[in-house]
């Protein structure tokens, strides 16, 4: 296939950036979105111009570093896919694909496609866990039976890579259905429940330190998750800090 | 010759571990806040091992190359954690847990410490379920197991095919909780340049800032490297794009010796090559062998016809089909030990037998588990059991429920529905068994420098059972170095901060400035990635699935050539003051061609067949591997001397109490 790519360069966070044409042949069909962007970035390197930045690691859609805005939808039109999943099968000969950064005041660009996240793990830091030491003294795992459909759903919210995938969808940049979905793992288990209160509070006033919109719930980012993460985890957050807010 | 001390204490082996822990020294929680830890590397074991560290006090600086800890590679662990729980009643104990995995490894592994890793492993499964890590759960509200290979029980605790990322987000959420109180300073987006090294002890590392190309120096009282495996030596292999070795091989050129580097895991479900744009490879996960059965057609022009697209998988009925694992291994089936599943795949493709373009493809194939799944679910529920159709469809939703994620990710990636068509896959390069050499302590042989997880080399031996990978990390980051770690730093409760100020980190800074200064200045006329790739095909023709003499001694002058050719030719474009994928990406190639080169010398060196390590040379009449006790019961452990060629070799012999050395067989 020969494409053209309309990507976004920007050197530093200091600089402006701006979109640059480049056009590419002979891509494979069954090469990855990010095959595509290597290949690329050695037919740039070949020319001693600058490679494109893009952040990206274990190239099996779960770790969350890959990012990037393609055509319009964060992680490119497929469905369920992070873009190291994304292949080049479902754009056609001839394309123009436009390739922008995740965008939004929390995630400051660092250089061309690759972003700082780092405002997630602050919010995680506010209260993402359960205060239990790692002594080994614990209880027994199966002391506490846990009622299956509460776990497979805690276990659906907890699949969340952390990618941003909601918050550079959301009109509002908003990271509800990220920090919803810690908070609900954490709600729908026994072990999560002590903290709960602290938690909402805590997560929720990090998020809103951290610069992130509010939610408007158009549900923009429930599309777009390639995890599906689902948008009932925002209401559960909801009722948690309404709850919380009350018994203060 | 050896010098090596193991420190494995004395007594009954199933007392060792407890009666060191109560008399090794420990660190008054008054003096623990005096003293400083670097962890480098935020998988399971760095981030277990961080948090941890910083719970009983200590001040813990960790570093890792990714935007969050969250990220590292253990997430990517798909099928399960193995415990001797014993929950299913089937038999299970931590004696057999310790069986299996020295078994499992063809008695090439460290007994002391696989007895203690069996030990600590029912608690890894009550911290986890403690920390809220959602496990899989029956309708009982009781946990979930599954079987994996190379063993007769049901020991795997898994979280979907998401068991290392459930696991790795619990031990993330430790390390924030601590992150929060201030004590873990995390270094997202560094990397560890070098080991500083002060009198003889591991007294701090020179870290470079990926996003501003900054120069650090950080001091501590010790070092953890928690840096995972190095895989990509291969170029192509499941590991993630950043993982490297650069770490553990800092640390052996400044003393620590690198042990067993031949010893590599090759996994036999892997989602096959489907061109030269290839950068990496995908796991299917073992558990997938539970109920997948791995066949390739018995007629050669069959093979053809599937090729050429004539003739479809499903056309092919029972007979036309060997099921070449259940025919030779009829006791354990399609659930052999990895290396003996890769082996046999290689064996029917190089017979001719491969069922993709390439050749290189086995089917994997889950119509038989879905018919069975399907007439038990028409039975509960009181439906036709003989219409196939619906049968079909429940049996498809009972697969869909156990590996959905696997299915899909599958379909994304090769364009084919695994629910009516069989899987292909191909054997791939996946976790590395050798490592750095480390002690009974977890300590390596630089005083003060600790290796844990995938980067040390000790309790898997020469082949890792499948869910044994994710045990090891959290047992040595939870429970093993903890403990351990407190024996050495009592001597340092005196001796106050470390400073960065001195001669060491001076002359180790400016060692590293000067490399990444030559590689920006070579202007050669080849990417980084042109050497990786040409080291990739050296190690996986020649010291990949099985190795012979002729192939080990070119690999090494192969290795040797392109190294230099890399020096003289490689290119960095940008500058070492901005991100610069391609010149961090420059200096881990840099070492894994110093590595090929001791991979291969080892792997010449053993001429015995052992686990992952297939010497052609040491093999049985019928092909399977041959061990050689008489001659190779040790561990290998390279001293660095300049040129990975001129490693001198140290042996820890291996001598096994409790059990008896025996040919390891499947069948």
Redesign the interface.
């Known amino acids: 296939m020969d494409l053209t790519l309309k990507i976004w360069r920007q050197a530093s966070v200091d600089e402006d950036g701006k979109m640059v044409d480049y056009s590419i042949s002979d891509v494979s069909p069954d090469m990855s979105f990010l095959e595509m962007m290597d290949m690329h970035n050695e037919q740039l390197i070949n020319k001693g111009e600058d490679p494109v930045a893009f952040d990206h690691d274990c190239r099996e859609g779960i770790c969350g570093m890959c990012s990037m805005f393609i055509n319009g939808e964060a992680h490119g039109p497929d469905r369920l896919v992070t873009t190291c999943q994304l292949h080049m099968r479902k754009f056609k000969d001839g394309d123009t694909i436009v390739i922008e950064p995740f965008r939004a005041n929390a995630f400051p660009v660092i250089k061309d496609l690759a972003v700082d996240r780092s405002a997630f793990d602050r919010i995680q830091q506010a209260g993402g866990f359960v205060s239990v030491n790692t002594s080994g003294n614990t209880q027994d795992a199966n002391a506490i039976p846990i009622d299956k459909h509460n776990a497979d759903k805690a276990f659906d919210a907890a699949t969340c890579i952390g990618c941003g995938a909601c918050v550079a969808s959301c009109k509002n940049a908003s990271a509800m259905l990220f920090v919803s979905a810690k908070v609900s793992q954490y709600a729908l288990l026994p072990q999560g429940k002590v903290e709960a209160t602290d938690r909402v509070l805590n997560m929720v006033k990090q998020m809103d330190e951290e610069g992130f919109g509010n939610c408007t719930n158009t549900g923009a980012c429930e599309v777009e998750c390639p995890k599906g993460i689902s948008l009932e985890n925002i209401a559960r957050m909801n009722s948690e800090y309404l709850y919380a807010s009350l018994k203060g | 010759m050896s010098k090596l001390q193991s420190k494995v204490p004395e007594g009954p082996l199933a007392e060792k571990w407890t009666n060191h822990k109560s008399k090794i020294n420990l660190v008054s929680p008054a003096n623990k806040r005096s003293i400083d830890i670097i962890v480098v590397g935020t998988g399971l074991a760095g981030a277990?091992a961080s948090?941890?560290l910083a719970?009983l006090g200590y001040n813990v600086k960790t570093f890792c190359f990714?935007?969050?800890?969250?990220?590292?590679?253990s997430?990517?662990a798909q099928g399960g954690i193995n415990a001797a729980?014993n929950?299913q009643g089937d038999g299970d104990s931590t004696y057999r847990l310790f069986y299996d995995t020295i078994k499992g490894g063809d008695y090439r592994s460290r007994e002391a410490n696989v007895y203690r890793l069996a030990e600590?492993s029912t608690?890894i499964?009550?911290?986890?379920?403690?920390?809220?890590v959602?496990?899989?759960?029956?309708?009982?509200?009781?946990?979930d197991n599954r079987s994996f290979g190379g063993v007769l029980v049901s020991r795997t605790f898994y979280?979907?095919g998401?068991t290392g990322?459930?696991l790795l987000?619990g031990a993330?959420?430790?390390m924030?909780?601590q992150?929060?109180r201030g004590k873990i300073k995390?270094y997202?987006r560094h990397e560890m340049m070098d080991l500083v090294v002060v009198n003889g002890k591991a007294r701090g590392i020179i870290s470079r800032n990926l996003?501003n190309g900054e120069i650090e120096r950080h001091s501590a009282h010790a070092v953890v490297i928690a840096s995972g495996g190095y895989g990509n030596v291969f170029f192509l292999s499941?590991n993630?794009?950043?993982s490297n070795v650069s770490a553990s091989w800092k640390i052996h050129k400044r003393g620590a010796h690198f042990c067993n580097p031949c010893y590599t895991q090759i996994h036999p479900t892997c989602i096959p090559v489907?061109?030269e744009?290839?950068?990496?490879l995908?796991?299917m996960s073992e558990s997938l062998r539970n109920d997948g059965r791995i066949w390739v057609p018995k007629r050669l022009e069959d093979v053809k016809a599937i090729r050429s697209g004539e003739l479809k998988p499903t056309d092919l009925n029972e007979n036309e089909r060997d099921y070449y694992l259940e025919r030779r291994y009829p006791a354990f089936g399609n659930l052999v030990p990895r290396d003996v599943a890769s082996r046999a795949a290689k064996e029917r493709c190089d017979a001719g037998f491969g069922v993709n373009k390439t050749g290189e493809a086995v089917y994997l194939d889950f119509a038989d588990a879905i018919t069975r799944y399907g007439k038990e679910q028409a039975l509960v529920k009181g439906q036709d059991e003989n219409d196939p159709l619906l049968v079909k469809k429940l049996g498809q939703e009972v697969v869909r429920a156990k590996y959905g994620n696997l299915f899909?990710?599958y379909e994304?990636?090769v364009?084919q529905n695994p629910y009516e068509t069989p899987m292909m896959i191909y054997p791939a390069v996946h976790y590395t068994m050798g490592g750095v050499w480390v002690d009974y302590n977890l300590m390596t042989s630089i005083p003060g420098c600790y290796a844990i997880g995938e980067a040390n080399f000790s309790d898997h031996g020469a082949n890792r059972l499948g869910a044994s990978a994710l045990m090891q990390g959290l047992a040595d980051g939870?429970?093993v170095l903890?403990y351990t770690i407190g024996d050495y730093l009592s001597d340092d409760i005196r001796t106050g901060p470390i400073s960065t100020d001195t001669p060491e980190f001076e002359s180790a800074e400016k060692e590293v400035i000067n490399r990444i200064d030559s590689f920006i200045n070579n202007k050669g006329k080849n990417?980084v990635?042109f050497y990786h790739k040409k080291l990739g095909k050296i190690m996986w023709d020649k010291c990949g699935m099985s190795r012979n003499t002729k192939g080990l001694k070119e690999a090494m002058i192969e290795i040797k050539e392109l190294r230099e050719d890399f020096y003289k030719n490689v290119?960095v474009?940008?500058s070492s003051k901005?991100?610069n994928?391609?010149l961090a990406k420059a200096g881990r190639v840099a070492d894994f061609l110093e590595l090929g080169e001791l991979f291969a010398k080892d792997a010449l060196e053993r001429t015995e067949s052992c686990g992952g390590h297939f010497r052609e040379e040491s093999q049985t009449p019928e092909g399977e591997a041959l061990r050689d006790d008489k001659n190779f019961s040790f561990s290998s452990a390279w001293e660095y001397n300049g040129e990975p060629s001129k490693a001198k070799l140290h042996k820890e012999q291996l001598k096994f109490e409790a059990i008896e050395v025996k040919t390891r067989s499947y069948k």
């Open positions: 277990s948090a941890t719970e990714q935007d969050s800890p969250r990220r590292a590679h997430i990517a729980k929950y600590v608690n499964i009550d911290q986890c379920v403690a920390q809220g959602p496990f899989a759960r029956d309708y009982g509200g009781l946990l979280a979907k998401q990322q459930q987000l993330y959420s430790a924030n909780r992150i929060a995390m997202n996003v499941t993630a794009m950043g489907s061109g744009h290839q950068s990496k995908t796991l899909q990710m994304k990636i364009d939870y429970f903890p990417s990635d290119s474009p940008g901005e991100f994928e391609q």
